[in-house]
Nanobody, 124 residues
Framework: QVQLVESGGGSVQAGGSLRLSCAAS????????RGWFRQAPGKEREFVAA????????YYADSVKGRFTISRDNVKNTVYLQMNSLKPEDTAVYYC?????????????????WGQGTQVTVSS
């Protein structure tokens, strides 16, 4: 089993920044990419960003490109999501996940273990 725990969410005003963390524990050996998804009330969970095991490749949804940065520290088994220039439409619960299979990186079906989520609220 793998446990993923997100932290760093909170409430900020538009234009502000937050840094989310996702720490992995349990059976963490192996080379896995990780991703961040988010889900706003009444909407489906959507892809936000992903990063390869080595960190050399990153992927972003168009809606966050240029504002969010995903990174990882494999020594700490932790993935980060730096969110700048936040907008009210970024308000959602943010989830991190472990990618276990190949594909586009954008599909939820490529991810097996998920965290419990952390709330991000951006006010105008």
């Amino acid at each position: 089993q793998v446990q993923l725990v997100e932290s760093g969410g909170g409430s900020v005003q538009a234009g502000g920044s937050l840094r989310l963390s996702c720490a992995a524990s349990g059976r963490t050996f192996g080379s896995y990419a990780r991703g961040w998804f988010r889900q706003a009330p009444g909407k489906e969970r959507e892809f936000v960003a992903a990063i390869s095991w080595s960190g050399s490749s990153t992927y972003y949804a168009d809606s966050v490109k240029g504002r969010f940065t995903i990174s990882r520290d494999n020594v700490k088994n932790t993935v980060y999501l730096q969110m700048n220039s936040l907008k009210p439409e970024d308000t959602a619960v943010y989830y991190c996940a472990r990618r276990y299979t190949s594909g586009t990186y954008y599909s939820r079906g490529e991810y097996d273990y998920w965290g419990q989520g952390t709330q991000v609220t951006v006010s105008s």
